[in-house]
């Protein structure tokens, strides 16, 4: 069965700390993603991944870096937490699809991150 | 600007009848929509996905059909249940990413 894993359902920070979430894909996906997700608002692309060392920006990526050393692992990184940053956020993996076109997306449970 | 627009208000349904919810999107050309469910606390598991050149898609007690004229999608539960209720995405393609809708909360009353 499908499973893609994050370290933490929860995490309680302090403003100016430097946050890791990691995730987790058991499915030999080529594509991973990290969204975030605010009430009123659809899930909002930070950064994606097509390939282990790639990354790409998405369409919020200020105040995030993301690291992808293997195939199976996308950390995103919050280099110097602030209190706008507290969401939830989640990860996705697909697999590679002809042409480049986005293919259906499995999810994380999801870190609900506060920053104080 | 572009947009991809779910009802914000939760749509409440008696057990047993149909739901629809609508997805409407403007300045997208998307080749696909896809409709996914997401329960409180979890992420968003995939449901259906249909194409520009597909008018309807059915599974189960779900349907998905798509207007690529009127820029709409409508997804259809039929016979209702309690275990239905959940925020239901619907989420379409561009330049190689999914944009995604905010989002209807559905609830399904016994």
């Known amino acids: 069965d499908v499973k893609v894993t994050q370290s933490s359902r929860y995490l309680v920070k302090r403003t100016g700390e430097k946050v890791f979430l990691e995730c987790v894909q058991d499915?030999?996906?080529?594509?991973m993603f990290w969204y975030r997700q605010d009430p009123g608002l659809g899930l909002r692309l930070i950064y994606f991944?097509?390939?282990?060392?790639?990354?790409e920006k998405g369409d919020i990526p200020e105040g995030y870096s993301v690291s992808r050393e293997k195939k199976e692992r996308f950390s995103l990184i919050l280099e110097s937490a602030s209190t706008n940053q507290t969401s939830m956020y989640l990860c996705?993996?697909?697999?590679?699809?002809?042409?480049?076109?986005?293919?259906?997306?499995?999810f994380g449970p999801g870190t609900r991150l506060t920053v104080l | 600007s572009q947009k991809i627009e779910q009802n914000s208000e939760a749509l409440n349904i008696q057990e047993g009848k149909t739901a629809t919810l609508t997805c409407n999107y403007t300045?997208?050309?998307?080749?696909?929509l896809q409709w996914y469910r997401q329960d409180p606390g979890r992420g968003p598991v995939f449901l259906l996905l249909?194409?520009?050149n597909e008018k309807e898609k059915r599974k189960e007690r779900l349907k998905v059909t798509f207007d690529t004229t009127l820029k709409q999608s409508l997804f259809h539960i039929t016979a209702s249940q309690p275990a239905d209720s959940a925020t239901y995405l619907c989420?379409?393609?561009?330049?190689?990413?999914?944009?995604w809708g905010a989002g209807t909360k559905l609830i399904i009353k016994p």
């Open positions: 300045n997208y050309s998307p080749a696909y």
């Open positions: 996705a993996s697909s697999p590679a699809s002809g042409g480049g076109s986005t293919d259906t997306q499995y």
């Open positions: 989420a379409l393609d561009s330049n190689y990413q999914l944009i």
């Open positions: 249909i194409r520009e």
């Open positions: 991944s097509y390939d282990v060392k790639m990354k």
């Open positions: 499915m030999d996906h080529e594509n």
